[in-house]
C-alpha cells in the first residue's frame, strides 16, 4: 500500500470523525434551543396566568352596585331651628333619613333583627353622601329625591357574583335579604354603574368606600422625593468616578461598594432609614419625605451603575475632539459627553424608579403601613403608598377587599409597564450608535 492510499484512509477517517462530532453538537443546539425556548414559553405562560388570574378578580372592582332610594330630606332632622348654619348642616341624623326611606321601601318588616339586615343593604357611606348633597345645597332641605347611593360590599359582592345565594342564602345574605335585594332588581332599583370612588376616595375599613387615590397621590410624593434626590446625586457621582477620580485603591474600594450596595436587600435599607431617620433626626413617621429617602438610597446605586455605562459609551474621540479646540475638561464633559449620555442615563433612572415604585418592605420599616384615610397635601403628611396599600388590603378578611387588591395591583402594574415603556422609548429615540 503507496503513501497515498494511506493518506486516503487518514482523511477519510478524520472525516468521519467530524461528521460524527458536528451531529453530536447539532444535536446539542437543538437540544439547547428546545430547552431556551420551553424556558421561554413556560415563563410567558405563567405570566399569562398571572395577568389572567389578577384580571379575572379585579376588573369587577371598577365597578360599583347602587341601590336607588327616595329620601324626604326632612328639616326637622337636620335642622330642627331652621339655622343653616353649616355646623348645624353637617351634625344633621342622614342615617335616619336612609333607615326611614328602607322602612317605607319595605314596610312589612317589624323585626329588630329583620330591621338591621334591611339597614345593611346600604353602605354606612350613604350618610355622608347625604350630608355631601345638604352642605353643597342647603335649599334641597324640605324635598324629596330619588338618591342613588352604594350598596353594602355583601350586596355587590352578590350581583357580581362572587357570592352564590341559594334558597337558603350564603354567608350573610339571607333568604328574607335576598328577597329584598330580588324586589330591588324588579323595580330598577338596583344597577351596577362605574366606580368612581375607587380612584377618588382614600383607605376605609367599608370595602364599597375604599379607593386608591390616597395610596396614588402618597405613591407620587414618594417618587418625587426619591427622584429629586437619587438622580442628581447619581449622576454626579457617576461623573466624578468615570471622568474625574484617579485610579487607586481608594476608588476602587468605592466602586466594589457601590456594585455591593445594588444586591443588598430592600429590606436593609428599611432597616437604615428607620434607625437614621426616625429614630435619630427624629422625622414624622409615615410621611413620603422619609420614604423617598430611603428609596433613594435604595436607587442610588443602580442609577450609579447605569450612569458609568453610558458615559463608557461614548467614544473618547468626543472627549478629545473637545479639547483640541481649547475646551477644558469641565467644558468636554457638560457640553459633549453627558448630553450624549444621557438616554442611556435617564434610561437606568427610570429603571430603578420603576424598582422603587414596587418596593414594599423598606417602607414597612418605617411606618407606611399605618391606616391612612386622609389625601395627603405634602411629603410631610401622613401617608401610604400603592403596593403597602395593596398588603394592608390583602391582610383585610373582606370579600370584597379581594377585588379592590387586584385592582390596585392591576393600577400598580400599568405604571410599571408605563414606565418601562417610557424608558425603552427614551432608549430607542436618543441612541446613538458610534
Same mark, same amino acid.
Given at each position: 500500500?503507496?503513501?497515498? !492510499? *494511506?493518506?486516503?484512509?487518514?482523511?477519510?477517517?478524520?472525516?468521519?470523525?467530524?461528521?460524527?462530532?458536528?451531529?453530536?453538537?447539532?444535536?446539542?443546539?437543538?437540544?439547547?434551543?428546545?430547552?431556551?425556548?420551553?424556558?421561554?414559553?413556560?415563563?410567558?405562560?405563567?405570566?399569562?396566568?398571572?395577568?389572567?388570574?389578577?384580571?379575572?378578580?379585579?376588573?369587577?372592582?371598577?365597578?360599583?352596585?347602587?341601590?336607588?332610594?327616595?329620601?324626604?330630606?326632612?328639616?326637622?332632622?337636620? !335642622?330642627?331651628?331652621?339655622?343653616?348654619?353649616?355646623? *348645624?348642616?353637617? +351634625?344633621?341624623?342622614?342615617?335616619?333619613?336612609?333607615?326611614?326611606?328602607?322602612?317605607?321601601?319595605?314596610?312589612?318588616?317589624?323585626?329588630?333583627?329583620?330591621?338591621?339586615?334591611?339597614?345593611?343593604?346600604?353602605?354606612?357611606?350613604?350618610?355622608? +353622601?347625604?350630608?355631601?348633597?345638604? $352642605?353643597?345645597?342647603?335649599?334641597? #332641605?324640605?324635598?324629596? +329625591?330619588?338618591?342613588?347611593?352604594?350598596?353594602?360590599?355583601?350586596? !355587590?359582592?352578590?350581583?357580581?357574583?362572587?357570592?352564590?345565594?341559594?334558597?337558603?342564602?350564603?354567608?350573610?345574605?339571607?333568604?328574607?335579604?335576598?328577597?329584598?335585594?330580588?324586589?330591588?332588581?324588579?323595580?330598577?332599583?338596583?344597577?351596577?354603574?362605574?366606580?368612581?370612588?375607587?380612584?377618588?376616595?382614600?383607605?376605609? &375599613?367599608?370595602?364599597?368606600?375604599?379607593?386608591?387615590?390616597?395610596?396614588?397621590?402618597?405613591?407620587?410624593?414618594?417618587?418625587?422625593?426619591?427622584?429629586?434626590?437619587?438622580?442628581?446625586?447619581?449622576?454626579?457621582?457617576?461623573?466624578? #468616578?468615570?471622568?474625574?477620580?484617579?485610579?487607586?485603591?481608594?476608588?476602587?474600594?468605592?466602586? *466594589?461598594?457601590?456594585?455591593?450596595?445594588?444586591?443588598?436587600?430592600?429590606?436593609?435599607?428599611?432597616?437604615?432609614? $428607620?434607625?437614621?431617620?426616625?429614630?435619630?433626626?427624629? $422625622?414624622?413617621?409615615?410621611?413620603?419625605?422619609?420614604?423617598?429617602?430611603?428609596?433613594?438610597?435604595?436607587?442610588?446605586?443602580?442609577?450609579?451603575?447605569?450612569?458609568?455605562?453610558?458615559?463608557?459609551?461614548?467614544?473618547?474621540?468626543? &472627549?478629545?475632539?473637545?479639547?483640541?479646540?481649547?475646551?477644558?475638561?469641565? +467644558?468636554?464633559?457638560?457640553?459633549?459627553?453627558?448630553?450624549?449620555?444621557?438616554?442611556?442615563? $435617564?434610561?437606568?433612572?427610570?429603571?430603578?424608579?420603576?424598582?422603587?415604585?414596587?418596593?414594599?418592605?423598606?417602607? #414597612?420599616?418605617?411606618?407606611?403601613?399605618?391606616?391612612?384615610?386622609?389625601?395627603?397635601?405634602?411629603?410631610?403628611?401622613?401617608?401610604?403608598?400603592?403596593?403597602?396599600?395593596?398588603?394592608?388590603?390583602?391582610?383585610?378578611?373582606?370579600?370584597?377587599?379581594?377585588?379592590?387588591?387586584?385592582?390596585?395591583?392591576?393600577?400598580?402594574?400599568?405604571?410599571?409597564?408605563?414606565?418601562?415603556?417610557?424608558?425603552?422609548? #427614551?432608549?430607542?429615540?436618543?441612541?446613538?450608535?458610534?
Amino acid at each position: 500500500m503507496n503513501r497515498t !492510499d *494511506v493518506r486516503n484512509k487518514e482523511s477519510i477517517a478524520r472525516l468521519k470523525l467530524i461528521k460524527a462530532g458536528l451531529k453530536k453538537r447539532y444535536v446539542k443546539e437543538r437540544l439547547f434551543s428546545f430547552f431556551g425556548l420551553t424556558a421561554i414559553l413556560t415563563a410567558m405562560a405563567m405570566l399569562a396566568i398571572l395577568f389572567v388570574s389578577i384580571t379575572g378578580k379585579g376588573f369587577t372592582a371598577f365597578k360599583q352596585t347602587f341601590v336607588r332610594i327616595e329620601i324626604t330630606f326632612d328639616a326637622e332632622m337636620i !335642622d330642627p331651628e331652621h339655622t343653616g348654619d353649616p355646623d *348645624v348642616l353637617s +351634625q344633621g341624623d342622614y342615617g335616619g333619613l336612609v333607615k326611614k326611606s328602607l322602612r317605607q321601601m319595605f314596610p312589612d318588616v317589624k323585626k329588630r333583627r329583620e330591621k338591621r339586615d334591611l339597614y345593611s343593604l346600604v353602605s354606612s357611606g350613604a350618610a355622608y +353622601q347625604l350630608r355631601e348633597m345638604v $352642605l353643597a345645597d342647603p335649599a334641597i #332641605l324640605g324635598t324629596t +329625591q330619588n338618591v342613588w347611593v352604594p350598596a353594602d360590599d355583601d350586596v !355587590d359582592m352578590m350581583m357580581k357574583g362572587h357570592i352564590k345565594a341559594g334558597i337558603e342564602g350564603s354567608g350573610r345574605i339571607k333568604p328574607y335579604k335576598l328577597d329584598w335585594i330580588n324586589s330591588l332588581k324588579e323595580k330598577g332599583a338596583l344597577e351596577k354603574r362605574f366606580n368612581r370612588a375607587l380612584f377618588t376616595n382614600g383607605d376605609s &375599613r367599608e370595602p364599597e368606600l375604599a379607593g386608591i387615590r390616597g395610596a396614588v397621590v402618597g405613591s407620587l410624593y414618594t417618587m418625587m422625593v426619591t427622584l429629586l434626590l437619587s438622580f442628581p446625586l447619581g449622576v454626579a457621582t457617576a461623573v466624578y #468616578l468615570e471622568e474625574f477620580a484617579p485610579q487607586n485603591i481608594w476608588t476602587d474600594i468605592i466602586e *466594589v461598594n457601590i456594585n455591593n450596595l445594588a444586591a443588598v436587600p430592600s429590606i436593609v435599607f428599611g432597616l437604615l432609614g $428607620l434607625a437614621v431617620y426616625l429614630n435619630f433626626f427624629g $422625622l414624622p413617621r409615615s410621611a413620603p419625605v422619609v420614604g423617598g429617602l430611603v428609596l433613594a438610597l435604595m436607587t442610588l446605586p443602580t442609577i450609579i451603575i447605569a450612569s458609568r455605562a453610558s458615559l463608557k459609551s461614548v467614544p473618547p474621540s468626543i &472627549r478629545e475632539a473637545a479639547l483640541g479646540v481649547g475646551a477644558s475638561k469641565m +467644558q468636554s464633559i457638560s457640553h459633549h459627553v453627558l448630553p450624549l449620555a444621557m438616554p442611556g442615563m $435617564l434610561t437606568g433612572t427610570i429603571i430603578g424608579m420603576a424598582r422603587a415604585l414596587g418596593e414594599t418592605a423598606p417602607l #414597612l420599616m418605617i411606618g407606611m403601613v399605618a391606616f391612612i384615610v386622609d389625601i395627603p397635601v405634602g411629603i410631610f403628611d401622613k401617608a401610604t403608598v400603592l403596593p403597602v396599600q395593596i398588603y394592608l388590603w390583602a391582610d383585610s378578611p373582606e370579600r370584597a377587599f379581594v377585588e379592590r387588591t387586584s385592582a390596585a395591583i392591576i393600577m400598580l402594574l400599568a405604571f410599571l409597564l408605563l414606565m418601562n415603556a417610557v424608558a425603552v422609548v #427614551l432608549r430607542k429615540k436618543f441612541e446613538r450608535r458610534w
